[in-house]
């Protein structure tokens, strides 16, 4: 059975950096691309960022691009997301997602909570 | 940038009914469009991929259809489980639409 789980979400304060963690088990993770997407509370899902499977290849969202840093170790079936310059804007739950090839996502985190405050 | 717009952003429906939600997307995507259903408190789950595709373990009474850049999502016979918010997400530049909330 496929499981991701986020960790290392916090309160932070605006201009702070975090970083979140995703801890990938039941199926091969060296081989799939993977993605981080966010849900401020009570709105609608943000895709932030992308690697490729190898890591050589990676995409960001123009609201996080030159903030945020997506990264992997595919020794520990582990993703991460390092978040600089924080901003109130940031308060969300992030979610770590495996592809389905190109068609979709098709495992999902159970998410964790990251809140900037001012 | 492929923005996508969804309607109605809100349905209210009963138990046994058949709703349509439709996802438009500002350019042609072909068939990669992605269908997720998403419950209070919870993560989204997979409904339906390649604009038509069931996921593996989606119940039947859940389809897909559409090319380019026009979509839709249908249940039939909705059940009191459907009750949730539904978002498209196109997967060329993998943005997601604004959401549909399905109620009583």
């Known amino acids: 059975e496929v499981q991701l789980v986020e960790s290392g979400g916090a309160v932070v304060q605006s201009g702070g950096s975090l970083r979140l963690s995703c801890e990938a088990s039941?199926?091969?993770?060296?081989?799939?691309?993977m993605h981080w997407v966010r849900q401020a509370p009570g709105k609608g899902l943000e895709w932030v960022a992308l690697?490729?499977?190898?890591?050589?290849?990676?995409d960001y969202a123009d609201s996080v691009k030159g903030r945020f840093i997506v990264s992997r170790d595919n020794s520990r079936n582990s993703l991460f997301l390092q978040m600089n310059t924080l901003r109130i804007e940031d308060t969300a739950f992030y979610y770590c997602?495996?592809?389905?090839?190109?068609?979709?996502?098709?495992?999902w985190g159970q998410g964790t909570l990251v809140t900037v405050a001012s | 940038d492929i923005q996508l717009t969804q309607s109605p952003s809100f349905l209210s429906a009963s138990v046994g009914d058949t709703v349509t939600i439709t996802c438009r997307a500002s350019q042609g995507i072909y068939g990669y469009l992605a269908w997720y259903q998403q419950k209070a408190g919870k993560a989204p789950q997979l409904l339906i991929y390649a604009a038509s595709t069931l996921q593996r373990g989606v119940p039947s009474r859940f389809s897909g259809s559409g090319f380019g850049t026009e979509f839709t999502l249908t249940i039939n016979s909705l059940q009191s489980e459907d009750f949730a918010s539904y978002y498209c997400?196109?997967?060329?530049?993998?943005?997601f639409g604004p959401g549909t909330k399905v109620d009583f």
């Open positions: 039941g199926f091969t993770f060296e081989d799939y691309d």
């Open positions: 690697i490729s499977w190898g890591g050589d290849k990676t």
């Open positions: 997602a495996k592809v389905l090839s190109d068609y979709a996502f098709d495992s």
């Open positions: 997400q196109q997967l060329n530049t993998y943005t």
